[in-house]
C-alpha cells in the first residue's frame, strides 16, 4: 500500500547549545522549536502528521535511533518533507554520515523545509546548498568539540573532577564561587571503600589473632553477602572490585583519559570500545578533593596486584573453549567461561563468573556432549517429520493473525479516505487551517497506529516463516558440524562452527555435591540462528 504522498514529518532534536540555552532559562528546547515549525507548516499549509522527538545525544546517526526511524521512512518515499528547525540537527557526523543523509533524500525526492529555506533535492543548487550547510556543520562541531575536551583537560589539570558520574565512595560537590567539580567522601559507600583496602592489604582478622588476606573474589562474596549495594544495583563482581584497588582517585588524584573511546570498523561498521590506557598515557594529578585511602595502603594494594597479573593479551585472545560465547546462565543471564583444569578439577569446568550467582558448574565436556546429542536427535525428529509428510503445520493462531491483518489493511484503506476527504473540505473552505491540521493528526495518529500493530502482526507472520525457512537452511550445517565435529584440530575450529547454527545455549544446575546428583544432571535450552534477512 502506497502512502499518503503529501505526508510532512518533523524531527526535532536537542544540540549542547540547546542544554546551555535551557539552563539559562530559556524554555525547553523542543517545545519551542515544535512550536515554530508548527506554525511554519500551517502558513505553508504542510500537510505535518507525525512528529519526531530525539533525546538521545550523539555525534553520529548509529547513536540516534529516531534518526534512523526517519532515514528508513525517507529512503521508502513515506514523507514528502521532513521540517527540522537547521539541516545541521540531521547530521553532523563524519563524512559518511552527511553523504547518507544527503543521499537518502535526493534519491527518494523528499524535501527538507526549514524556517529559513525549503531544500528541493531535485534542484541542483538546493544541492549543493544543503551539501555545504552539512559540511559547514561538521567542521563547526568539530571546533565546538576540539575547545570542549581542551577545556576538560584543563579541568582535570586544575584538580577538578570533569566525570558526570562521581567514582564509588565519592559524591560529586559543586565548587564554591568558580565553575567545575570537586568530590568529597560519600557518607556510606567511603567505609566500603576502607573495608575493600583493608581486607585485601591486611586481611581479615582470625579467631587467633592472626590476619588472612582475601583476594578479589572472596572480597565480592562478601560484599554480596553483607547485601551491599554497588554503584549500579545489582550484585559485586571482580571487575568493579578491582578496579576500585587501582582507582587512584581514593588518594586524593584525579585521572583523565583511562578509558578513552576508540572508534574501530569491524564488518563495515564503526564500533566503540573503550580499552584501559596505560599510566603513561592517561592524565593523573592531584586532585582537589581529599583522599580516603592512605597512599601507603594504596601502595600496598598495588604491588599485591602486580603478583597476581591479569592473563597477557595475546594467550587472552587465544580460544581455548569450544563453546566460549555461546553459553548463557538461566539465573543471572550473563556468559558462562572456562576454568581450566587443575589440582581440584581434572578437566575444564564451565561455570558462572559471577560469585553472588548459585548456577552449579559442570565438567565442560559434558555440556558439549549434551549439545551434540540435542543437534543429533533434532535433526533425527526433523527429517522424520518430512519423510512422513507431516511437516509443521501453520498453527490456528498463525491463522488468527492473517484476519487480524487483513481487518489492519481495511481500516488502513478507510483511514486514507478519511484523509484525502479532509483535503477535500479544506478546499471548499468548510475546515478552516486550524481545524485541517487539527483533523489532519487526529487520522495520522490513528493511522501510525494500525499501522504499528500492522507491523507487530506482519513481524509476528514473518517471523514463523523465517523459523521455518531456517529449519530447511540449517538442516546441511547441522549435518556437516556432526559430521566433522569430533576431527576439528583446535578448540577456535569447534567453537566457529557451533556459532553458525546456534545464536546461544541457555544452562541451568540446581543441585550441587558429588553424592547428591549425576555430574550430566543440568538442563540446556538451545537457540538456533536464524537467516540473515530477518536478523537485520
Known amino acids: 500500500m502506497l502512502p499518503f504522498s503529501d505526508e510532512y514529518c518533523m524531527y526535532l532534536r536537542k544540540s549542547r547549545a540547546d542544554a546551555e540555552a535551557e539552563a539559562r532559562g530559556e524554555g525547553e528546547t523542543l517545545a519551542r522549536h515544535e512550536k515554530a515549525l508548527l506554525e511554519l507548516a500551517r502558513r505553508q499549509r504542510l500537510n505535518v502528521t507525525?512528529?519526531?522527538?530525539?533525546?538521545?545525544?550523539?555525534?553520529?546517526?548509529?547513536a540516534r535511533p529516531v534518526m534512523q526511524q526517519v532515514l528508513d521512512e525517507v529512503s521508502q518515499g513515506r514523507w514528502k518533507g521532513v521540517l527540522v528547525m537547521e539541516v545541521e540537527r540531521l547530521a553532523r557526523g563524519d563524512t559518511m554520515d552527511q553523504g547518507l543523509v544527503a543521499q537518502t533524500?535526493?534519491?527518494?525526492?523528499?524535501?527538507?523545509v526549514t524556517p529559513m529555506k525549503t531544500y528541493d533535492p531535485a534542484n541542483e543548487f538546493d544541492e549543493e546548498y544543503f551539501e555545504f550547510g552539512l559540511f559547514m556543520s561538521r567542521r563547526e562541531y568539530k571546533v565546538i568539540n576540539r575547545r570542549l575536551q581542551r577545556g576538560r583537560v584543563a579541568s582535570v589539570k586544575e584538580g577538578k573532577y570533569v566525570a558526570n558520574q562521581p567514582p564509588y565512595g565519592y559524591l560529586r560537590k559543586k565548587l564554591e564561587h568558580e565553575k567545575g567539580f570537586t568530590l568529597e567522601p560519600h557518607p556510606e559507600q567511603a567505609d566500603v571503600v576502607r573495608m575493600i583496602f583493608e581486607l585485601y592489604t591486611l586481611g581479615e582478622k582470625q579467631e587467633d589473632g592472626t590476619y588472612?588476606?582475601?583476594?578479589v573474589s572472596l572480597i565480592v562474596r562478601r560484599l554480596n553477602a553483607l547485601k551491599i549495594p554497588p554503584q549500579k544495583g545489582g550484585k559485586w563482581v571482580t571487575a568493579s572490585v578491582r578496579d576500585i584497588l587501582i582507582n587512584p582517585v581514593y588518594i586524593g588524584k584525579v585521572r583523565w583519559n583511562w578509558r578513552p573511546a576508540v572508534k574501530k570498523m569491524v564488518d563495515g561498521q564503526v564500533v566503540i570500545e573503550r580499552p584501559r590506557s596505560s599510566i603513561e598515557e592517561c592524565v593523573i594529578v592531584d586532585g582537589l578533593h581529599?583522599?580516603?585511602?592512605?597512599p601507603d595502603v594504596f601502595a600496598a594494594a598495588q604491588e599485591n596486584i602486580k603478583k597476581?597479573?591479569?592473563r597477557p593479551v595475546g594467550e587472552r585472545n587465544v580460544v581455548k573453549n569450544p563453546l566460549a560465547g555461546l553459553i548463557v546462565c538461566g539465573k543471572c543471564g550473563r556468559r558462562m567461561v572456562r576454568r581450566p583444569y587443575g589440582s581440584k578439577n581434572k578437566v575444564d569446568t564451565l561455570m558462572c563468573a559471577a560469585t553472588s550467582c548459585d548456577n552449579v558448574s559442570v565438567a565442560l565436556?559434558?555440556?558439549?556432549?549434551?549439545i551434540l546429542e540435542a543437534l543429533r536427535e533434532w535433526l533425527n525428529d526433523y527429517r522424520l517429520q518430512w519423510e512422513l509428510g507431516v511437516a509443521p503445520r501453520k498453527s490456528s493462531l498463525v491463522q488468527l493473525k492473517r484476519k487480524a491483518l487483513k481487518k489492519l489493511d481495511a481500516e488502513i484503506e478507510t483511514l486514507e479516505v478519511q484523509r484525502g476527504n479532509v483535503h477535500d473540505l479544506l478546499e471548499q473552505g468548510v475546515y478552516d487551517t486550524e481545524t485541517f491540521l487539527d483533523r489532519v493528526r487526529e487520522i495520522g495518529e490513528r493511522?501510525?497506529?494500525?499501522?504499528?500493530d500492522r507491523?507487530?502482526?506482519e513481524a509476528d507472520l514473518q517471523l514463523e516463516e523465517v523459523r521455518e525457512e531456517s529449519r530447511r537452511e540449517i538442516i546441511p550445517k547441522v549435518q556437516r558440524l556432526l559430521d566433522v565435529y569430533q576431527e576439528l584440530p583446535t578448540p577456535k575450529a569447534k567453537n566457529d562452527l557451533l556459532k553458525e547454527v546456534l545464536e546461544k545455549v541457555v544452562y541451568v544446575k540446581e543441585n550441587n555435591g558429588r553424592w547428591h546428583s549425576p555430574p550430566d544432571d543440568f538442563e540446556i535450552t538451545l537457540y538456533p540462528k536464524l537467516p540473515q534477512a530477518w536478523e537485520k
Open 447 to 452: 493511522m501510525r497506529r494500525a499501522q504499528e
Open 212 to 215: 588472612k588476606r582475601l583476594g
Open 50 to 62: 507525525q512528529i519526531y522527538r530525539e533525546v538521545v545525544s550523539g555525534e553520529t546517526i548509529a
Open 365 to 370: 565436556h559434558f555440556v558439549e556432549e549434551r
Open 455 to 457: 507491523a507487530a502482526v
Open 308 to 310: 597476581n597479573p591479569p
Open 105 to 112: 533524500f535526493k534519491f527518494s525526492d523528499t524535501r527538507i
Open 290 to 294: 581529599d583522599g580516603i585511602i592512605d
